[in-house]
Every structure is written in structure tokens, then in C-alpha cells.
């Protein structure tokens, strides 16, 4: 079975700085997709960034950039210029090509933006 | 308008009622998913519908059920509700013309049951 680690339960970062999440999953398949979502506090689940995993490049979005690295099984999400609307839990999610199609979940992460 | 509504954002009901959670959609996907989140434990899968005829479970379906009315309208029901369903329910939905199949999220209801 699929598995997803966040292995910080919390994080905190002062305003106009840089942070990086870090993510590592487990997984036999070769495609699959990996994701990050925000969930502020009004609990939406906000879809951050996406990766493919035949994809080399790593994704790209505004502030928000990942480090995809295949092999190792770790999908890290930086943030650039943080700032206070970046505070919330982040998710890291995994889905593979086929099947249910679900995401499986990490157990997510606290992230707190310092003025 | 929110393309992905859920009904009620919150619910409170007593130990043994059934009580059904309802989710629709505007985005035109074919796609429907139920999960569920408990704090620290992230989101898991309840129950997934690819058409209206197409239902299966998810990892945690025990407890649950759900009807798939039209494309547009996937219920969630608790048929005799205990305290360890206390959570926040999420509905989503997906398009399966789109590579990537992209989960669009609905804001949530939370249950508590007393």
C-alpha cells in the first residue's frame, strides 16, 4: 500500500522568507502524481501545486516551487517570500495512475508565517 | 458561486440517528469522491463514484453508505451514527478527461455526535 510521510507536525517561518516542507512516500508503480494542498482555516483544501512523476522538471507555481526527486521517493515544497495568508496546514498527497484514483494523504503539517 | 457545495457545514446530531451529508457539483465532472479527515490522521476515502452507476469503497466504508442521484449529487450516509464518526467530511470531484484527474474540494461539514 501507498504511504505518505510528513514527518513535521509544525513549522514556522518569518514573513518574506523562505521555507521548505519536506514529503517522502512509498510506492511499487512508476506513475503516479504528487500533490500539495493548503487548508487554511476555513478548512477548504486548496490545491497548491502538482507533479508528474514522469515529469523531471519540477513544478513551477507563483511563489511555490517543489524538489521532486524520484529515486529518493521525496516531494519537498518550498515557499518564496512568505507570506501571512501562507500560514495554514499543508498536505502532501500521493495518487497513483489507475484504479480509485484516490489521494492518500500525509498527516499534514502546521505551517505558522511570524509578522 | 462554489462549483463544489456541501450540506450542512456543520451537523450535530445523537448516537444511533442516521443522518445524510449531501454534496453537488456544477463543474460538470464525472468523478465523485467522499473522504473523511480526523485530526492528525490527514484525509482518507470513504467512498468513490466514476458515473452514476459506478459505486465502490474506499479504505474506510464501514459504517457508511452513499447514493449517487445524478452526475451532479453524491450523498453521504451514516446509518446509525457513533462518537468515533466525529470528523470533518469532504467531498470532491474529478474530471476523467483531464490527465491528471485534478480533485476539486467542497468546503467540508463537520460532525460531531453526541
Known amino acids: 500500500a501507498q504511504t505518505v510521510t510528513q514527518s513535521q507536525p509544525e513549522m514556522s517561518v518569518q514573513e518574506a522568507e523562505t521555507v521548505t516542507l519536506s514529503c517522502t512516500y512509498d510506492?511499487?508503480?512508476?506513475?503516479?502524481?504528487l500533490f500539495w494542498y493548503k487548508q487554511p482555516p476555513s478548512r477548504q483544501m486548496i490545491l497548491v501545486i502538482r507533479?508528474?512523476?514522469?515529469?523531471?522538471q519540477n513544478a513551477t507555481e507563483n511563489r511555490f516551487s517543489v524538489n521532486f526527486q524520484k529515486a529518493a521517493k521525496s516531494f519537498s515544497l518550498k515557499i518564496s517570500d512568505s507570506q501571512l495568508g501562507d500560514a495554514a496546514m499543508y498536505f502532501c498527497?500521493?495518487?497513483?495512475?489507475?484504479?480509485?484514483?484516490?489521494?492518500?494523504f500525509g498527516k499534514g503539517m502546521k505551517l505558522t508565517v511570524n509578522p | 458561486d462554489a462549483d463544489v457545495t456541501q450540506t450542512p457545514r456543520n451537523r450535530i446530531t445523537k448516537t444511533g440517528k442516521r443522518i445524510m451529508l449531501e454534496c453537488s457539483q456544477t463543474?460538470?465532472?464525472?468523478?465523485m469522491y467522499w473522504y473523511r479527515q480526523d485530526p492528525g490522521l490527514g484525509l482518507r476515502l470513504i467512498y468513490y463514484?466514476?458515473?452514476?452507476?459506478?459505486?465502490n469503497k474506499g479504505e474506510i466504508s464501514d459504517g457508511y453508505s452513499v447514493s449517487r442521484q445524478a452526475q451532479a449529487k453524491f450523498s453521504l450516509s451514516l446509518e446509525s451514527a457513533i462518537p468515533n464518526q466525529i470528523a470533518l467530511y469532504f467531498c470532491?470531484?474529478?474530471?476523467?478527461?483531464?490527465?491528471?484527474?485534478?480533485?476539486?474540494f467542497g468546503p467540508g461539514t463537520r460532525l460531531t455526535v453526541l
Open positions: 470532491a470531484t474529478s474530471d476523467s478527461g483531464r490527465g491528471y484527474n485534478e480533485q476539486f
Open positions: 510506492t511499487s508503480e512508476s506513475d503516479y502524481y
Open positions: 507533479q508528474e512523476a514522469y515529469k523531471q
Open positions: 498527497a500521493y495518487r497513483r495512475q489507475g484504479g480509485s484514483e484516490k489521494l492518500v
Open positions: 463543474k460538470g465532472h464525472d468523478r
Open positions: 463514484s466514476f458515473d452514476v452507476k459506478d459505486i
